[in-house]
Nanobody, 124 residues
Framework: QVQLVESGGGAVQAGGSLRLSCTAS????????MGWFRQAPGKEREFVAA????????YYADFVKGRFTISRDNAKNTVYLQMSSLKPEDTAVFYC?????????????????WGQGTQVIVSS
């Protein structure tokens, strides 16, 4: 069992930056692929970014390429999402997720564990 807790959300004006963190506890010795997803009110959850255990392979949704960076520190059991040039349409609850090493990283259904989410609000 893995528990994931997100932090770092908040309110920011358009063009600003936030860094989200997700810290894992429990079965943290596994070589998990980690992902970030977001869900706006009334919309389906959508893929944002993912990273393999080694950190050598990353994946991004087209709408965040060049603005967001995913990274991880396995010694700290933490994955990060650095967000810059934020837009009002980025407003959503952001969730981190953990899955097996070789899963299709952009598919939400591939992940086994999910955090509770952290709210991001971007004002115009």
């Amino acid at each position: 069992q893995v528990q994931l807790v997100e932090s770092g959300g908040g309110a920011v004006q358009a063009g600003g930056s936030l860094r989200l963190s997700c810290t894992a506890s429990g079965r943290t010795f596994g070589t998990y692929t980690m992902g970030w997803f977001r869900q706006a009110p009334g919309k389906e959850r959508e893929f944002v970014a993912a990273i393999r255990w080694s950190g050598g392979s990353t994946y991004y949704a087209d709408f965040v390429k060049g603005r967001f960076t995913i990274s991880r520190d396995n010694a700290k059991n933490t994955v990060y999402l650095q967000m810059s040039s934020l837009k009002p349409e980025d407003t959503a609850v952001f969730y981190c997720a953990a899955g097996s090493a070789g899963i299709p990283a952009t598919r939400g259904r591939s992940y086994d564990y999910w955090g509770q989410g952290t709210q991001v609000i971007v004002s115009s």
